[in-house]
């Protein structure tokens, strides 16, 4: 097997601020080096007949591209995002209700998808709502000669052969949801999962200490 020491395992500087809006019930900014998400989280709330399930929470969500209208992409990255969502949320305790989870791009330099897991993940904190578990998100990226790059930039990005980002649980570190494009081994797919749980203890310190930080100003 491929020596993992050879593969960068390392996160550009992340940064959050939950609260920041007054009209969501819950909201939050995450950076992750020079890129940015601001997500916000509307609900419980009264869900339209169409929508309502009798036995859970309804929950939508919305990607708002920095330019132009959302495309396909923006699209397949909602269905990930509810995927993980909809994982950790307890949706049973709030049943025949709407949860909407807005996300606005601010600035892409690489993993944006995980950007927008770990955002949706404090914003649903701040919003107090349910959930059985934390997740966060992590972006591997595959170079040609065969490294793994974690957090890669937009330029390490394009460089790449394959990218791949997952939802990790805060519990049992399993994989809740999966992303990928181009083309990859399953031993080198099985080496992106087990260097992206690891990389996971660092994403959840810091989503401990921001909330460790923001209540202890609140109390």
């Known amino acids: 097997m491929e020596d993992c020491s050879?593969?960068?395992?390392?996160?550009?500087?992340?940064?959050?601020?939950q609260n920041l809006l007054s009209r969501p019930d819950g909201s939050a900014s995450f950076v992750q080096g020079?890129?940015?998400?601001?997500?916000?989280?509307?609900?419980?709330?009264e869900v339209k007949v169409s929508k309502e399930i009798y036995d859970r929470a309804t929950l939508e969500v919305i990607i708002q591209s920095k330019v132009g209208l959302p495309s396909v992409?923006?699209?397949?990255?909602?269905?990930?995002?509810?995927?993980?969502?909809?994982?950790a949320l307890l949706l049973s305790l709030h049943p025949r209700s709407s949860l909407t989870l807005v996300l606005q791009e601010l600035h892409n330099d690489g993993s944006l998808l995980s950007c927008y897991l770990n955002a949706a993940c404090m914003a649903m904190m701040d919003a107090s709502l349910p959930m059985s578990c934390l997740f966060c998100g992590v972006t591997c990226a595959i170079q040609a000669d065969g490294?793994?790059?974690?957090?890669?930039?937009?330029a390490q990005e394009a460089e790449s052969r394959a990218l791949m980002t997952f939802a990790i649980d805060s519990k049992e570190r399993q994989v809740m949801m999966t992303s990928t494009k181009g083309s990859f081994s399953m031993q080198e797919m099985q080496q992106c999962i087990a260097v992206s749980q690891t990389t996971?203890?660092?994403?959840?310190?810091?989503?401990?200490?921001?909330?460790?930080?923001?209540?202890?100003?609140s109390v």
């Open 6 to 17: 050879a593969n960068t395992v390392s996160l550009r500087e992340f940064g959050c601020e």
């Open 34 to 45: 020079d890129t940015s998400v601001l997500a916000a989280v509307y609900g419980p709330a």
């Open 73 to 87: 992409k923006e699209r397949a990255q909602e269905q990930c995002v509810r995927e993980s969502c909809e994982a």
């Open 147 to 154: 490294k793994i790059v974690t957090d890669p930039t937009a």
């Open 200 to 217: 996971s203890e660092k994403i959840f310190s810091f989503h401990r200490e921001s909330l460790r930080r923001r209540y202890s100003k």
